[in-house]
């Protein structure tokens, strides 16, 4: 349950160079700032987005950043204004409540993996280095993708793979990596590409990267975690108060969109039975804002970026 103070932190990267924030002006509008507020940064990755909050609070206004990469933690600004947690965001009220600090006036959270992670071989999560099979984001949580493909039953990972991955030929491949194991277990990114390489279909950064990304999102909890955050919100947030979430993945997109719109994650049931949950938000944006044309042209990494914000009523 520790927290770090930013008042002694320096040698901060800049955030380009660490990770390009999606949408940041239009997640930070989003949350309409008022200065003497208190907000919360759920991913505090590169500090793009903190910064920008922080560049409109006051003197009085407080950020609070969560991040659960230990890496982050040198990017940190030097501001009284701010406290890092380095933990989770699905940890988000327990935290508060720790630092005696009542409801807030925003929250924000960028879903995506940083361009740092991306682009730091030994974490395993591109494609790109051959490194082990690791892909945590908390470095002191303990499974990883390597145990993923080497414990998981066939059904399990065909469920992942094409849930999170929307990997056609989930089946398929599962079997394969199956039988793979049977032989030698997962160890490096290699090993698993080679598995895959003679089963991509279509475009074979395409299919791996989809690949990737299953493995990641079920390592790393990413879609419960998501929830319980918005399970949190109404107890956190002040009348009035927003949320901005940024999502990369059309399943997180649904499930932010649901819970905005129902107050569930569940929405689909509840309507089909009759029984749709009263929301306790106001939609900002009725329709997931995107990136503009000129953002992905810069930033790739953008192109499936969503944005949604709502209001707590």
Known sequence: MSTLNLEDKGNRKQPDQYHVPVMLKEAVDGLAIVPNGTYVDCTFGGGGHSLAILSRLGPNGRLIAFDQDAD???NLPNDHRMLFVPHNFRHLSRFLRLHNIGRVQGVLADLGVSSHQFDQAERGFSFRYDAPLDMRMDQRS???AADILNTY?????QQVLGMYGEVTNARTLAQAIARRRQVAPFGTI????QVLTPLAQGNPNRYNAQVFQ???MEVNDETTVLKEMLEQLPQVLAPGGRAAIITFHSLEDRIV???FRDGSG???EDVIYGTKKWSPFELINKKAIEPTKEEIASNNRARSARLRIAALK
């Open 72 to 74: 982050a933690a040198a």
């Open 142 to 144: 303990g499974t990883t």
């Open 153 to 157: 039953s066939k059904e399990a990972l």
């Open 190 to 193: 290699n090993d698993l590409l």
């Open 214 to 216: 299953a493995l990641r």
């Open 257 to 259: 969109k649901q819970f």
């Open 266 to 268: 569940k929405a689909d």
